[in-house]
């Protein structure tokens, strides 16, 4: 039986989460803010952690951080608002699993519950690490369609120019293009392609736990080092060392990184002798590493010395109908359904939306949409209710702010410092009357006034 962290600082929704997760089998720990979910998972072996993204005294991926912080992952999940949704798909990429819309519907979130458990029945250490020989199954490349427009042309004659050499190659691009699947393009096609295809996700990484990972360590060199560590240089060795969101790496480990790929030798931490590797890096991001002002230059013109651009979704929309066809027939597989067509109403806003999570996203909306569909024919019913308004009510999408009607909760945070700002002209600017008025609690109004710079 699973065990399952709730960290929820709305206690009635809370309580029926809490309430359904039980009928349903799991074993349900409730939490209401940061401070407290980070403290039971001090107590607790939990399973999953299930996060409201915006809380009291802090956000959901900050226990997502303190997990990091500890070399551990426990399977995370975020309950985020349509308004947020930008943020989550970033999330993703600091060790979160999944993250679903409010109001949350039951069968999704039984649906991806079950899918962050399936293989993970107990806290896992490191689990950043991916190690496949070529040709191995795995959900990326099952997730990628190439098309045929102009820039899925363009993209593909890259792979198939840059593979069959030895060039450090940096493949940019938004969170859920499919960028690890253009890395194992290029080493199923590169001559490297029968050695190993290592994937490490730099952003589950901490500090600490990275020049562990990298290059490895000899017994004692540190506390916890019970025996010698071979590092991913080793593992990959002949093989392509594929290193994804790598400016999350520290400065210190981008020195040591800088001197294997010029020298081609590596120290295991708390080694005397240096090994020889052989490795083939590609890396990949979302950000602009050298406008970030983290990155060491001369690092990246080491990895980047082929580039390689991965086209966001909404710069795809000739491609657009050959991913919605593919996730359909692939979500009606997993999912025991026969839908064959959408309606008319379901292709306007899917051609009006903007798609921040590009594929990922896409994947998840119509997955999501044949669970909810019992026909062969999906309706505008089965998408996200926020995701249908915004789109048909571009004016009203957001609750226009009034102080006769301060809820904060009813605002999205376009309208949140107007809002407050009123409602403390109102209350005399009493910071707990204020409170008091929006709905929220003192600590929440004093993080939101820090936020939007309100003094």
């Not at 551990?72 to 990429?93: C, G, H, L, Q």
């Not at 990628?144 to 050499?165: M, N, Q, W």
């Not at 009510?393 to 999205?412: E, M, Q, V, Y």
Request: aromatic share 8%; charged share 30%.
């Amino acid at each position: 039986m699973a065990n399952i962290l709730l960290v929820e600082d709305d206690t009635t929704f809370a309580t029926i989460l809490e309430n359904f997760l039980k009928k349903k089998g799991f074993e349900v720990v409730v939490k209401y803010s940061v401070k407290s979910g980070i403290e039971a998972l001090k107590h607790h072996t939990f399973h999953l952690i299930l996060l409201d993204y915006r809380l009291g005294d802090g956000i959901g991926l900050d226990i997502v951080e303190a997990l990091r912080a500890e070399d551990k992952t426990i399977p995370s999940i975020i309950m985020t608002s349509f308004n947020d949704v930008r943020t989550a798909v970033k999330a993703i990429r600091q060790g979160v699993f999944d993250y679903i819309t409010k109001p949350v519907n039951p069968d999704e979130l039984l649906m991806v519950v079950n899918e962050a458990l399936q293989g993970k029945s107990a806290e896992r250490e490191r689990p950043a690490l991916r190690n496949q020989p070529s040709g191995a199954a795995n959900a990326e490349e099952g997730d990628f369609v190439e098309g045929t427009s102009a820039a899925a042309r363009k993209l593909h004659d890259y792979i198939a120019l840059v593979a069959p050499t030895d060039m450090s190659v940096l493949i940019r691009g938004e969170s859920g293009t499919g960028k690890e699947y253009v890395a194992r393009s290029i080493h199923r096609m590169s001559k490297r392609a029968d050695k190993p295809f290592v994937s490490i996700d730099c952003g589950t990484l901490s500090k600490e736990l990275a020049s562990s990972e990298l290059f490895g360590h000899v017994k004692g060199s540190f506390t916890g080092a019970l025996n010698d560590k071979t590092g991913q240089f080793v593992e990959a060795s002949g093989g392509t060392l594929f290193l994804d969101e790598i400016g999350n790496l520290s400065y210190d480990v981008q020195v040591k990184l800088l001197r294997a790929l010029q020298e081609k030798v590596i120290q295991p931490v708390g080694a005397n002798k240096t090994i020889n590797v052989d490795v083939r890096v590609i890396a990949a991001t979302n950000e602009d590493l050298l406008g970030s002002g983290k990155f060491r230059e001369d690092l990246y013109h080491r990895i980047n010395e082929f580039e390689i651009i991965v086209p966001a979704l909404r710069d795809r929309r000739s491609d657009f109908q050959q991913f919605v066809d593919f996730f359909i027939s692939k979500a009606n597989a997993e999912l025991g359904r026969q839908v064959s067509e959408l309606s008319d109403e379901v292709m306007e806003i899917f051609g009006a939306y903007d798609w921040p999570g590009n594929l990922r996203e896409l994947k998840n909306v119509i997955k999501r949409m044949v669970l909810l569909s019992t026909g062969s024919r999906a309706e505008v019913s089965a998408l996200p209710e926020e995701m249908v308004f915004v789109l048909k009510n571009p004016d009203s999408a957001t609750p226009k702010p009034s102080s006769d009607n301060p809820d904060l909760r009813l605002h999205s945070e376009a309208h949140e410092r107007k809002l407050i700002m009123d409602v403390l002209q109102k209350a005399k600017y009493n910071k707990s009357k204020a409170a008091q008025m929006l709905n929220i609690d003192r600590k929440t109004l004093y993080n939101k006034m820090e936020k939007y710079g309100i003094e």
